[in-house]
């Protein structure tokens, strides 16, 4: 892609995962490779189901990381870093586009992922490849990296009145 940029889609607000979606279809809609991977995610979404883009989901993860005992966190630390490294190797094989990281911006706050390691991805990255990383909170260094940064705020939301997530809507 020319001009090739890094976005980060953050903040406590529902919409994160939903806007890089659009970003993806809107791209495979002008004929663009893409592909898409969470972190700390099951990938049971529903914007997941029928996307025509690729969907690199061999590291799912069950359950929160608040819950987790060292030995689950250290198996999830291992397989985000497999996953970083699996979808930047299939970004150049394939020649991608748009590259999503779904999450990731949460797996280096919460000490699964080293920020380090991500901008060492993120620097050498394939030159036309743009990135999409999401997340509750960003940090310095990723946001002086970043060309686009959309922060979503959470206004009001039913989940604060105790309504369950509901297919279609937040699955």
Not at 14 to 37: D, E, Q
Not at 49 to 74: C, H, L, Q
Not at 110 to 137: A, F, H, Q, W
Request: aromatic share 10%; proline share 2%; charged share 30%.
């Amino acid at each position: 892609m020319e001009n090739a940029c890094i976005h980060i889609y953050y903040g406590d607000g529902k919409g994160k995962t939903t806007a890089s979606v659009g970003l993806a279809l809107r791209c495979c809609g002008r004929g663009f490779k893409v592909g898409f991977t969470s972190f700390l995610k099951n990938f049971k979404s529903g914007e997941l189901i029928n996307a025509p883009f690729k969907v690199f989901s061999d590291y799912p993860v069950e359950g929160f990381w608040y819950t987790f005992d060292e030995a689950k966190r250290a198996k999830v630390r291992s397989d985000a870093l497999k996953n970083l490294d699996e979808v930047f190797s299939a970004a150049k094989a394939e020649k991608l586009d748009l590259l999503v990281l779904d999450e990731v911006l949460n797996a280096v706050t919460l000490g699964c992922l080293s920020e380090d390691t991500l901008i060492k991805y993120l620097d050498n990255k394939p030159e036309g490849l743009e990135v999409v990383m999401t997340g509750r909170s960003t940090t310095e260094k990723l946001s002086k990296m970043a060309d686009y940064i959309s922060e979503i705020r959470a206004v009001k939301h039913p989940y604060d009145r105790g309504q369950k997530s509901r297919l279609g809507i937040e699955e």
